[in-house]
């Protein structure tokens, strides 16, 4: 059965349910329908995520909430979506049938992964994973997976680990698409419930039938896969040194006001063209950069490939910011300066400068 029609019947017996059953329903069992649902510690998406379920594994039902279920399983409780659950309260009538669950296959996202004796680094490395390796997960244990390769149980840092396309920990995906929809349900046809512009970052719920479910700023629905790519602390790494490499290429090209091309570029110009490169569509103004791309970061925790924002009153005409460069490591950051002092023209600087340091206004992590 193709897998839009059949989630469109699941979700429609769904509704039907919901119409006959209250909160003083008795427990029952359910069965997962996402390749891949995270069980978290309270009913929301901003709380800790325990396990991730696998498609097809059956639930205990202990208590049905607004939107959420409280659940049992493999000896673990917590709360998940009730979107992504087949509920079947418990009733008089005969017992349902175990659905047999599959093996959990757990996929390597990072490259030279090590893979240890035990859940620390402070255990031996068995051997290191490249990146798509294939492992069977067992579980998890404080930010470590337990997971068996080549007929091997050892552990594997749980940021290096996805499952049908999901990070098993903290699973969040980047916006590509310059204005992306977020629907009401898995197809084009659906309702727009808001959209999210490019470089921003999204929780992810469940993958399926090509279509990622998220969540952000409050709003959950369902984004195209095409215009997501996953964010692990992997891909964070390398793109960010890729973004690095290539801001730094352009050292020495001219200040030109209004400029976003190799001919020359203005602050939030250069730094709206190098991240084109990388599939990133940015505004033209660092104040917009500030506002519409990516995530915030704290200063201590500052990756190469960072957005750098400042803001100098006498120069941002009230608005929230009048310059941005992009971090490249050891406290400096790449930028279009326009100051005549120091080289109209791409150059490098430091954070601890007296101007930067006294006018930074905070940095946007995009990859």
């Known amino acids: 059965m193709n897998r839009l029609l059949k989630k469109t019947l699941i979700l429609a017996a769904l509704a039907v349910v919901f119409l ?12 997962v329908d996402a390749d891949a649902l995270r069980l978290r510690s309270e009913p929301s998406t901003s709380s800790e995520i325990l396990t991730q379920l696998p498609n ?22 917590g709360y998940v979506s009730a979107e992504y659950l087949v509920y079947t309260p418990e009733t008089d009538a005969a017992p349902v049938e175990e659905v047999q669950e599959e093996d959990d296959e757990a996929t390597i996202s990072g490259s030279e992964v090590n893979f ?22 067992l579980g998890m244990d404080s930010g470590w997976c337990e997971v068996v390769f080549n007929g091997q149980v050892g552990y594997v840092n749980a940021q290096y680990v996805s499952v049908d ?21 898995p197809t084009t046809n659906s309702d727009v419930l808001s959209k999210v512009y490019a470089g921003n970052v999204v929780d992810l719920i469940a993958l399926e039938g ?14 195209s896969a095409d215009y997501v790519r996953e964010y692990t602390a992997a891909t964070a790494s390398s793109i960010g040194e890729d973004v690095v490499a290539l801001a730094l290429s352009y050292l020495g090209t001219p200040y030109k006001y209004g400029g976003a091309s190799a001919k020359g570029f203005d602050c939030s110009g250069f730094t709206m063209y190098i991240f084109s490169q990388f599939g990133y569509s940015l505004p033209h103004s660092a104040t917009s950069q500030w506002y519409d791309s990516g995530e915030q970061v704290a200063r201590e925790d500052l990756q190469p490939g ?15 910011c009048s310059h941005v460069g992009i ?3 050891d406290g400096e950051f790449v930028h279009a300066a ?16 007296d101007y930067y340091n006294g006018y930074y206004k905070g940095a946007k992590r995009l990859a």
Not at 338 to 353: A, F, K, N, P, W
Request: charged fraction near 20%; aromatic fraction near 8%.
């Open 20 to 31: 006959t059953i209250t909160a003083a329903a008795k427990a029952g069992s359910a069965v």
């Open 56 to 77: 097809g594994a059956v639930v205990e039902v202990l208590e049905v909430l607004d939107g959420w279920y409280r659940i049992s399983y493999s000896g673990m409780e």
């Open 116 to 137: 240890r004796a035990g859940p620390s680094e402070r255990h031996a490395v068995i051997t290191t994973l490249d990146l798509g390796e294939q492992v069977e997960l």
């Open 165 to 185: 396309g999901l990070a098993v920990e903290d699973p969040r995906g980047i916006i590509t698409g310059d204005c992306v929809n977020v629907r009401s349900a």
């Open 210 to 223: 090509g279509w990622y479910a998220v969540s952000y700023n409050g709003v959950t629905g369902y984004v």
């Open 306 to 320: 960072d957005l750098v924002l400042f803001c100098d009153p006498s120069r941002s005409n009230g608005k929230a």
């Open 327 to 329: 971090y490249i490591g």
């Open 338 to 353: 326009s100051g005549s002092s120091s080289g109209r023209q791409v150059r490098i600087s430091s954070l601890s400068e």
